[in-house]
Nanobody
Framework: QVQLVESGGGLVQPGGSLRLSCAVSRSASSINEMGWYRQAPGKQRELVAV???????NYADSVKGRFTISRDNAKNTVHLQMNSLKPEDTAVYYCSAQRYYSRGVDYWGQGTQVTVSS
């Protein structure tokens, strides 16, 4: 069973930066896509950014130009660098992993809280 362990959340002022990290507990050779989703109170979980094993990425329009997703296949980790944070970025952020040929997310992390407030 693949487990995803997140770190890096916290409280930051508007305009600040945070870096989220997610480590896969075992060999991720079966994993194609890794990414980050978020869920704010009273809202549905939404995609933030994903990165595939070949390096292709997709971002939500709301974070383009501010967030950067990266992946280290050798270390089985994925990171989300978040700059110019806004109060509306406040949410629980979840790491995700999807296997090759899968139609959806197969594994989720436990979530890490990101709060943007002055």
């Amino acid at each position: 069973q693949v487990q995803l362990v997140e770190s890096g959340g916290g409280l930051v002022q508007p305009g600040g930066s945070l870096r989220l990290s997610c480590a896969v507990s075992r060999s991720a050779s079966s994993i194609n896509e890794m990414g980050w989703y978020r869920q704010a109170p009273g809202k549905q979980r939404e995609l933030v950014a994903v990165i595939r094993s070949g390096g292709n990425t997709n971002y939500a329009d709301s974070v383009k130009g501010r967030f950067t997703i990266s992946r280290d296949n050798a270390k089985n980790t994925v990171h989300l660098q978040m700059n110019s944070l806004k109060p509306e970025d406040t949410a629980v952020y979840y790491c995700s992993a999807q296997r090759y040929y899968s139609r959806g997310v197969d594994y989720w992390g436990q979530g890490t809280q990101v709060t943007v407030s002055s």
